[in-house]
């Protein structure tokens, strides 16, 4: 068995020791990617929103070539929906978002939006016009929907907190 590349991950309330296996030493790592999440041992959301939004710029950046060109809006739109949106807004289900992270992510989108349409913040463009041109979905609305939509998943697959919120109380009175 290789485990040269097998890590373990300690957060701030567990004694940091060495761990072997078999004889042979597992590396101790601050950080990790695990099903394309990013786990910290401070676990910081604003780190996996900021290299979401790296993500989100790469796959930008691999597609500049069909939002610079001249192709229509509706195009455009398409393709952000379907191959750069989802980078972005991968496990979103589970954030907590306050108003710093709403704000990164609007920002990150708005300059996506400037680049597909060709103009800069120099051109003094109102945030209300850029969504009308380019009639994408907020972002946040976005990841509130997909919350929701998890929540009602959750709660109708059988699963125990189906059962925890619909607990009902035995006939007797406890004691005390």
Known sequence: MNLSKTK???NKHAAKREIKISGEPIGIV????YLGQLKTSNAKLTDEINRRCKMAWSSFGRLHFIFKSKLSMCMKRK??????????MYDCETWTLNAQRTQ?????????ERCMLGITRRDRKTNEWIRTQ???EDV??????????????I???GRWT????QWIPREKKRPR
């Open 8 to 10: 373990v991950i300690y």
């Open 162 to 165: 189906t059962n925890v919120l």
């Open 104 to 112: 990164r992510l609007r920002v990150t989108i708005r300059a996506m």
């Open 79 to 88: 393709v952000y929906n379907r191959c750069v949106l989802p980078v972005m």
């Open 30 to 33: 601050d950080e990790c990617v």
């Open 155 to 157: 709660a109708t697959d």
């Open 140 to 153: 946040i609305k976005t990841a509130k929907k997909m919350k929701w939509r998890w929540a009602g998943h």
């Open 134 to 136: 380019t009639k994408v």
